[in-house]
């Protein structure tokens, strides 16, 4: 059995979906790359674009200078790889129809299986978050609106008053006294 950290360190994500390069697949079923790749284009109709894809030239360059190392012979990666997504990978069993590809496919599910669990969770605990943050945004909204109107009340109270303690200007008439 292989440890899920070495299944989980050999995923990545490319073009915004996560995969698993030919190689590293190579290496847990057991068999030489060359051989992985030659099942593959023998069986090439299995594979559609969203099973997997060959890498370009510039995503390669730029995966590689992630890892900040001189040696691309160290890292296996002279010509762009392969990369399998979750289905690829497991169309790549009924492939290779190998004992130990299989057992290795069981495991690499189970962890993109675990994996979309926690971001599912993970999603659900964001759109949480923006919920109650949109309730807050509102409630700011309306504490300001509630502001805003004591404001206006204030100012209205405070013209009214000083309407009332002006100096009036103007005419005064007087009461006529009656004298008789």
């Known amino acids: 059995m ?3 950290e070495i299944i989980l ?3 990545y994500l490319v073009r915004e979906q996560k995969v698993m390069f030919d190689r590293d697949l190579a290496e847990l079923y057991g068999i030489d790359n060359k051989r992985l790749k030659e099942a593959v ?3 090439i109709s299995r594979f559609p674009a969203d099973f997997m894809f060959e890498l370009t030239q510039e ?3 730029y995966w590689r200078s992630q890892f ?3 040696n691309r012979e160290k890292m296996g990666l002279r010509i762009p790889p392969f990369a399998f997504t979750e289905h690829g990978v497991l169309m790549l069993a009924s492939v290779l129809n190998s004992e130990r590809a299989i057992l290795v496919n069981i ?3 189970r962890v993109f299986t675990r994996m979309r669990r926690l971001m599912e969770t993970h999603t659900e605990i964001l759109r949480k978050l923006e919920l109650i943050e949109k309730k807050d945004v509102e409630q700011d909204q309306q504490i300001l609106l509630l502001f805003e109107y004591l404001r206006q009340m204030e100012q209205s ?3 009214q008053e000083e309407q009332e303690n002006r100096k009036r200007i103007g005419y005064r008439l007087q009461e006529k006294n009656s004298r008789t």
Do not use: A, D, F, Y
């Open 59 to 61: 995503e390669l360059s």
């Open 41 to 43: 284009r023998r069986n």
């Open 157 to 159: 109270r405070q013209q």
């Open 68 to 70: 900040g190392t001189s």
């Open 107 to 109: 495991q690499i599910v």
């Open 2 to 4: 292989i440890q899920e």
């Open 9 to 11: 360190k050999k995923i």
